[in-house]
């Protein structure tokens, strides 16, 4: 098997967008209270690594059934390396607090598809 940066190499030598971002699965380690008393300064961070454009994807799972709420959620950040996703992750309020834990994981996106759909009198962005 080959080293991350030899896969990354090899994925984009064949013509795969190789394009590197960091996974975020943050878990539910104290009780649902404790992580809706943080929530507020949760989703501030989130809003400002957004701004600062750190954060590619975020937002709630839900349980192994898809039917509940987990308690925890998926955040998928911009970064240069594996220590600075992990400054980030570190960062969050909801880790920091202790209400979640978290794993951290490289993700390379090689194939997929984005539609988006842009209403420029109405101002309205849909992605789909």
């Known amino acids: 098997m080959p080293s991350w940066s030899q896969y990354r190499e090899i994925a984009s030598s064949r013509g795969a967008l190789a394009f590197e971002l960091y996974v975020v699965e943050s878990t539910l380690a104290k009780s649902p209270q404790d992580v ?55 960062n969050d309020p909801m880790h920091q607090s202790g209400a979640r834990t978290y794993s951290l994981r490289r993700w390379l996106v090689n194939e997929g598809s984005i539609s988006l759909s842009m209403g420029l009198s109405a101002q309205k962005i849909k992605l789909a």
């Open 36 to 90: 809706q008393s943080v929530l507020p300064q949760h989703l501030e961070y989130q809003s400002e690594m957004e701004d600062a454009g750190r954060l590619f994807l975020a937002g709630p799972m839900s349980d192994a059934s898809g039917e509940e709420m987990s308690g925890g959620g998926l955040i998928i950040y911009r970064a240069s390396s594996m220590d600075d996703a992990r400054s980030l992750a570190d």
